[in-house]
């Protein structure tokens, strides 16, 4: 596993808060890096690839000092590497955007085991390894704001995307848990999650999923609404926020009462791959590979 840390100098003397944002790369958490830079904030931002040193610029063109952290989440050792990283700045930690995950399109049949176990590792696993610091060193000042991105396929079942979706119910009913444990042990610490709608990333098109309803020409949220939504949520110390439209908004208010055999043929119609040769000879369908898909 390969962990790559470049650091800015001043960062012991930046009077600038300091903010972690991890899958910042591209997507939804690359414009949230924006918006805490346009905010006054300096980062500690991660990618799964080199292209987080590659944009680190595009963050301190507004002032920030940038410490850009390539590594992979799915593995133990890679949270480690980012915690090291933001224990480096010597300095506190004032927010905390638990961002990075990916999705693996395809019927479970012919999707491949690793490949989900992985998937598993980062939207789940890697979410509790780095909450875990994160949540110690604000409880320890007293004072923190805490994004976790979820999805609002956390409130429905997710066929050809069947183990993508309960990652996302878990991080949703994680960050609730932790909202309310705070209250009482650390009230200045806040938990906010974002639950975004299909939006206009490369998301998709890295789980495989161009030959679905989901794939190019489907409409979709704007990255940057979402990213608004969820950082001035996570500002007012909200608890939750679907990201995108009304539309969008009013999917997690009727998924509360709709049948969840209803709900998964719904969801079955969006993600199930095109009826193509592979599909009726039940050949699997190639997928990328697991470290294709990852922020």
């Known amino acids: 596993m390969s962990t790559t840390t470049r650091g800015r100098p001043g960062h012991d003397r930046s009077t600038r808060p300091l903010?972690?944002?991890?899958?910042?790369?591209?997507?939804?958490?690359?414009?949230l890096a924006l918006l805490f830079a346009r905010d006054g904030y300096d980062l500690v931002a991660t990618g799964h690839s080199d292209r987080i040193h590659r944009i680190a610029g595009d963050f301190a063109r507004y002032g920030a000092q940038v410490v850009p952290v390539q590594a992979?989440?799915?593995d133990r050792d890679g949270v480690r590497a980012v915690w090291q990283a933001v224990q480096d700045t010597g300095r506190q930690l004032e927010a905390a955007v638990l961002n990075a995950g990916r999705s693996l399109g395809g019927a479970f049949l012919d999707t491949d085991l690793d490949d989900e176990l992985d998937l598993i590792a980062l939207n789940a696993?890697?979410?509790v390894t780095l909450a875990k610091p994160v949540v110690r060193h604000m409880a320890e000042h007293g004072t923190?704001?805490?994004l976790i991105t979820s999805s609002i396929s956390a409130t429905t079942p997710t066929p050809y995307e069947t183990v993508y979706g309960p990652t996302r119910a878990f991080t949703y009913m994680f960050a609730e848990s932790l909202r309310q444990e705070l209250k009482d042990r650390a009230p200045g610490v806040t938990v906010t999650v974002l639950l975004p709608g299909a939006t206009d990333s490369d998301f998709h098109a890295r789980a495989g999923m161009n030959d679905t309803r989901l794939g190019p020409g489907a409409r979709k949220?704007?990255?940057?609404?979402?990213?608004?939504?969820?950082f001035r949520a996570l500002m007012a110390g909200k608890d939750a926020v679907v990201g995108g439209d009304l539309a969008t908004k009013l999917t997690r208010l009727v998924n509360r009462i709709l049948p969840e055999p209803f709900k998964?043929?719904?969801?079955a119609r969006l993600t199930r791959?095109?009826?193509g040769p592979a599909t009726r000879t039940g050949q699997a369908e190639k997928?990328?590979?697991k470290a294709s898909g990852r922020l």
């Open 19 to 31: 903010a972690l944002v991890t899958g910042a790369s591209s997507g939804i958490g690359y414009q």
């Open 72 to 74: 992979d989440l799915a």
């Open 125 to 127: 696993t890697s979410v």
């Open 144 to 146: 923190g704001r805490i």
């Open 221 to 230: 949220n704007s990255r940057v609404q979402v990213a608004a939504q969820g």
């Open 264 to 267: 998964a043929a719904r969801q």
């Open 273 to 275: 791959p095109h009826d």
């Open 287 to 289: 997928r990328p590979s």
